[in-house]
């Protein structure tokens, strides 16, 4: 019996023991805007013990640890606080606060991934940029935003839109061909090169991103849509995660007006687990360029987010009707600067605000050309994004996107024509009708008086691509997340399909040589006396349709990926399986005399349209991409890094013509090879990175455009290889905690090393250029900036730098370096707690550089961009002031 009592007595007392050495741990993590951080690590240091914050931020951690300890709290992008805590039994409650990290390379990356980690430890080439960058910037295009990541070459000379941007090591396809525009993870079209038209065309940036990630090589070809050599994400802000309200309103020169708004926050009471955020602009510009045509519109987004137990569903949905007027090359004299006009200003632009409302007949019925509206897009998607954790360590991702858009390009393309320099009055005449005997040329809208024989005019063509196109995509993916927490598997899947329509008018214009020039209506009286009306309206040739193609693909793709994570090690491997087929129905043409005026030229007269038939044809191709890649941590400054893949990249179906009784057109994926190895490094002081690569892509196809017999049509179609050796380094050092120096640098040696040319127009085929540098990559790229924020006062100065290129592969042109200068600043007033106010200014191209991005892109294969009085180019963007004024409340 006291044996029993004895016993008794020791246990109870063992468990008094242990009730008092337990102690309970709770608290709540925020960053500095009070926004509660989902998934921070809390972590007693020395120990195995730990827990993670929960949707609201709150965590609950029991230890039985005692004595003095360490509190960790930790979270990728954000500087870690270490709290020191008596454990004794009695509950403690921390309430911490984390500070964004001043380092880059301690931004979390999202993309390419499947799981949360930083920058430095992933073993991939990774850029970022926070939305508060690009709006201090007023960056208005896709080339703004980008032209500082390193490796890539960003082209802004057309305007906001349609940014030709390519990237290291691979050919010159421009408009996102082998890096695919992603809105929170899928992309913007789902299979490029349907119509050719830019991803960007479909959207455009607003406040309402939390930033922009770029990933290249690696991984990036696997997951969800792939890519050939990176992926551009554009991550949403949510109202669980982005709480408050946001207006900025940008003034620039140019009579530009933009006001851009964020809201976000709770739908419903305190309790509520739905959030929502609503975003977007209104602008309306005259500039930089003045064409007498306008840009404006309206963006909308927003997203609705549902928080239940063990996930989210947000729904995602945006609505665009914009106008950008677009800028194409012009003539230039042999110096490659811009030509003085006939009132004396130099000329940067040949777009006419009297081409609005042109019109004409057709064999169809009346076409009213679209030329007012420039690149235009009305229209919009909706998606779904569903989250499922099915335990801690089993997680199911899927989303489910639709996308509807009404999208016309018009291409003014300035002096392109038989007669295209500028050239005197006289001249024109001589060359165009040499035997009249009188002529007479009046401006449109101006009444009778004659135009002087000494004023230069300039032949035209003006291209309208009616391109609307209806995009579904989906994926899904399981995530198993192994017991001892080293691997984390990926089985994922990706489907969608994309129909699109191609159908082009053109038409040939005579106006004077001026900016926003005046049309001109020109007639003769020809060698036996007869009226010919040569110009009407402005129009000398109302050529009418062009082209008129149906196109769809559907792809499938499945993959599978393992990140593991060892003590000093991680590694990424992965597979994708992918297949696409797709249709192209080619519409036959006839041309028609339309107008029975005898007095008017055939050009006038007949005009080119739908004749009913079609051409059908299709294609279908499966290839396999595999990446393999690695990072060791050498120290706790400096990790290593290496990857490798096999990737694809199924080419335009625009590029294979059906053949008439061929019912399956030869069609093959395009093979690329990439490999990189590198260091990154981050202390208190400097981040950065250095790296060596190599790029191989086999069996390219690609169609050159030129202007033939007045038109633009496909010219040539180029079967390519091409190979690529380079270095790149990034760096941001850290002078004080608000002075810092950032930069990027790239050198690239690349090479054409086969290329078999067909002549679409006249035949033949041809093997040349074999051994040339790649057409519009330079080989020196980089990037320099100061920035100094003390969080009321900030400011940047920066260069970047585009190095020499060639115009074409022929590689018989080569364009100068350019190098162009921003400047910003601004103060932030805190009006209270939560609301303040940032009044700033920004300037593009301080020093108005006018170096040349490219030239006469569609000379043609025999080069005559150089080989003539006059180059046709396209500058840079010339000088451009914003003020901006950023409410927060």
Known sequence: MMMKKLGVAI??????????????????????AGVPILGANVLIMGSTEGTTTDFDGNFILTTDLTGSQVIRISFVGFTAVENTVELNGTAITLEVVLQESGQQLDEVVITASSTFRSQKQAPLSISSKKMAEITKLSANSQADILRTVPGITAEGG????????????????????????????????????????????????????????FVRGGAAILYGAGSVAGIINYTSKTGDTNPGNTINVEWGDGDRLKTDFYSGGRLGGEDSNTFYAFTGFVRTDQGPLDTGLAT?????????KKRFERGTFTVHGQFINDRAQFYLPLPLNADRERINGNDGEPVAQLLSGQLEETSFLTPGGV??????????????????????????????????????????????????GTNGNPISLNGYMASIAPDNIGFSATYQGGGDTQISGTDLVVDNLHVDRLRPMTDYSGEASLTLRSNDGFHNFTLGTFLSRTEAEDVNYQYRVLSEFNNNPRLINLSYTDAGGGNVIFSEGGLTNRVGMTSNRFLDQNRTAFYITDEMVFDKWRFDVGFRLESTEGNFSNGGLEETTVYTNTELTDDLRNVSFADGSFTRARIS????????????ELSESTNLYANFSRGFFFPQIRSFAPVAGIPESNYDAENIIQFEAGAKFGTSKFSGSAAAYYVSLKDRVRINQAIVGGLLVDQTRSEQNTSTFGVEATWDYRFTD????????????????????????????????????????PNILGSIALNYNDSAFDAIFSLNHTGKKFTSDINDVELDAITIARVGAGYTFNTNEDNSVRLGFSVFNLFDSDGITEGNPRAGVAGEAGNQDFFFGRPILPRRVFLTATFNF
Not at 384 to 389: A, K, L, W
Not at 742 to 758: L, P, R
């Open 296 to 304: 404006r519109g309206v963006q909308f987004r927003g997203n609705i």
């Open 621 to 632: 191709a499966t290839d396999w991409a595999v990446s393999l890649a690695g990072l060791y």
């Open 11 to 32: 246990i109870a007392l063992f468990c008094f023991g242990s009730a008092i050495a337990q102690t309970d741990i709770t608290g709540n993590v925020k960053d500095a």
């Open 367 to 416: 076409y009213e050309s679209p030329i007012e509206d420039g690149v235009f897009t009305k229209g919009g998607y909706v998606m779904g994004d569903f989250t499922y954790n099915f335990s801690d360590n089993l997680r199911f991702k899927s989303k489910v996107r639709y996308a509807n858009y009404e999208h016309n390009f018009a291409l003014y393309v300035g002096g392109n």
């Open 738 to 777: 608000v002075l810092s120096l950032q930069g990027t640098a790239t050198y690239q040696n690349h090479e054409i090393t086969k290329n078999i040319q067909e002549d679409l127009v006249n035949g033949g085929t041809t093997v040349t250029n074999e051994g040339n540098e790649l057409a519009r990559q």
């Open 158 to 213: 057309g305007g906001e839109t349609a940014t030709n941007l390519f990237v290291r090591g691979l050919p010159s396809g421009g408009q996102y061909v082998f890096n695919p525009l992603q809105y929170d993870g899928m992309p913007l079209i789902s299979s490029f090169g349907l119509n050719s038209s830019a991803h960007d065309v479909y959207a455009r940036p607003d406040i309402g991103f939390k930033g922009v990630e």
